[in-house]
């Protein structure tokens, strides 16, 4: 079923999902997609589509990379962040996690990453996953995304492709 006309997941997730219209909902077209046994690229695997956005598993993270003493995301991811979303024509937001009533009571928990154009957000970088809206969500058609947006992203999550984004 894999459309051999596309050239990156993203474009093949979003091809196969507008292919298959309304026949099934979230949770059996991930299934279905699960069966597709989709490739890694750029360190990162599928994991689910759920209301326009797609998931995925993140290659294991050092959390000390991702958060100082403050949990606020480090000045280095940061940077990348703001780079790509630059780049990639969005604005960058730095909420943060819910608390959990587990949280030492001086934490301010911690913070993600999230990639917005005008009042969307299309990118939710965290340590633990990402996630990438494919369908606008007013008129649920294809939001036009980067080509090598995964390959960007892999800057926040891989080593040696953070080095494209140091100054």
Avoid at 51 to 73: A, C, D, H, M, S
Avoid at 119 to 145: F, G, M, N
Wanted: hydrophobic share 40%; glycine share 4%; proline share 7%.
């Amino acid at each position: 079923m894999t459309d051999a006309t596309t050239s990156n997941l993203l474009e093949t997730i979003t091809s196969l999902r507008m292919a298959v219209g309304d026949g099934l909902n979230d949770e059996e077209l991930t299934r279905f997609f699960l069966q597709e046994a989709f490739p890694s690229e750029d360190g990162f695997t599928f994991v689910c589509l759920c209301k326009g956005w797609v998931t995925f598993r993140v290659p294991p993270q050092n959390l000390v990379r991702w958060y100082p003493e403050t949990g606020w995301i480090t000045p280095a991811k940061e940077a990348i962040a703001r780079s790509i979303a630059e780049e990639c024509g969005l604005s960058l937001f730095e909420p943060p996690d819910e608390k959990f009533s587990y949280s030492p009571a001086e934490s301010d928990g911690h913070h993600h990453l999230e990639m917005s154009h005008e009042s969307e957000t299309v990118v939710i970088a965290h340590p633990r996953y990402l996630k990438i809206r494919l369908l606008d969500s007013a008129t649920q058609r294809p939001l036009k995304l980067p080509k090598d947006l995964l390959g960007r992203l892999a800057a926040l999550y891989l080593e040696h492709f953070a080095a494209l984004y140091r100054t």
